[in-house]
């Protein structure tokens, strides 16, 4: 085994962060997925619409993403390299998960009524945890 630098707690802060970011995300998909008839009909007629009809490749997107941060965030914890792979897979989720916006009727009139914000820091989050993995494996934090 390779020694590896210790940890400075910047790592260890930035770690449970992106630990409460993905279980958020994880949560989010788990509600999404596992929705009750009574709770799909709460939501506004324009929400049930996109998700009606949104694709499967959509819905596989937000799983991929949401899974692959949660795994990546673990591996960060546990010091290994990995974690820099499964957090790329994540972004790229992200991006395919969040480029239906553009492509399915609908997405883009109903984010301009609820916002960009969720979506852009969605991106901005894992975009950022792929950053510092990437920092911590070239620092030699990771193994």
Same mark, same amino acid.
């Given at each position: ?9 910047? $790592? ?7 630990? @409460?970011?993905?279980?958020? &995300? ?9 929705? *009750?008839?009574?709770? $799909? ?17 959509? *819905? ?9 941060? $949660? ?32 492509? @399915?009727?609908?997405?883009?009139? $109903? ?6 914000? @969720? ?20 620092? &030699?934090?990771?193994?």
């Amino acid at each position: 085994m390779t020694e590896t630098t210790k940890a400075p707690i910047w $790592f260890w802060i930035t770690g449970a962060v992106a630990l @409460i970011w993905n279980a958020l &995300g994880l949560l989010a998909y788990i509600q999404q997925a596992l929705m *009750s008839a009574e709770e $799909f009909a709460a939501l506004p007629e324009s929400q049930q619409d996109l998700l009606a009809t949104q694709p499967a490749w959509v *819905s596989a997107a937000f799983a991929i993403a949401v899974f692959a941060g $949660f795994a990546a965030t673990i591996t960060l914890l546990m010091r290994k390299r990995v974690a820099v792979r499964l957090f790329l897979v994540s972004l790229l989720a992200v991006i395919v998960q969040f480029s239906s916006y553009f492509i @399915i009727d609908g997405y883009v009139e $109903f984010i301009a009524g609820q916002g960009w914000t @969720i979506p852009a820091l969605v991106v901005a989050f894992a975009l950022g945890f792929l950053i510092f993995s990437r920092q911590a494996e070239k620092n &030699g934090l990771l193994h």
